[in-house]
């Protein structure tokens, strides 16, 4: 017996009596009011949220938010103030420092702000090189948790997706946070 073996048999037999395994009785967090929650978590790790109005337009709210917006990029239809369809770009790179990009996203979680974005635009790139990044959400469509979001089809079913929750940031250890240090500056909901 070599000196690993002795000590795992002195191991086991000084070990402490059996326990049955605790039960998983996991109740996951609600809120009540989880667009509001969606909104405050959201606008605490920096992002901003947009609740549209009734009769109010996509262009309308760009206009509003971005009217210094130059070159938007988007793929929806509704957005006709698009001055690039990133579908038609061939380099992605093309995508960089765009002022704003303006995409869907499919559902929202209360618990931290972040918004599921399935890729359903040629290059990624949009998602992380524009100067600004717009994010379209129906209203009903936030969940409590992310124990809710992982377990939802959109997140089982996709090519690449990600979590947004806010622009990019990164700090240092002295402490000082900075916006946009390798992605969007900006990073705005609209709740639709």
């Avoid at 399935?118 to 090189?129: E, V």
């Avoid at 992982?150 to 997706?161: I, S």
């Amino acid at each position: 017996m070599n000196s690993k073996e002795k000590i795992l048999k002195r191991l086991a037999g000084d070990g402490m009596e059996p326990r049955p395994r605790p039960e998983m009785d996991f109740v996951p967090q609600r809120f009540a009011d989880r667009e509001q929650t969606f909104v405050e978590r959201l606008e605490a790790g920096g992002g901003c949220a947009v609740r549209m109005e009734a009769g109010e337009t996509l262009d309308e709210v760009i206009r509003r938010l971005y009217p210094e917006a130059k070159s938007i990029a988007s793929t929806m239809e509704e957005v006709t103030s698009a001055t690039i369809n990133p579908d038609r770009v061939e380099d992605p790179r093309q995508l960089v420092d765009v002022d704003l990009g303006v995409v869907r996203g499919s559902f929202g979680v209360a618990e931290n702000g972040a918004v599921w974005i399935a890729q359903d635009i040629r290059h990624k790139a949009l998602y992380f090189g524009a100067t600004a990044l717009m994010i379209v959400i129906p209203r009903e469509a936030i969940v409590d948790t992310m124990h809710e979001a992982v377990v939802r089809p959109e997140v089982d079913d996709f090519g690449y997706g990600c979590f947004v929750s806010g622009p990019s940031k990164t700090a240092d250890i002295e402490q000082a946070l900075v916006f946009g240090a390798h992605g969007p500056m900006s990073v705005t909901v609209v709740l639709r």
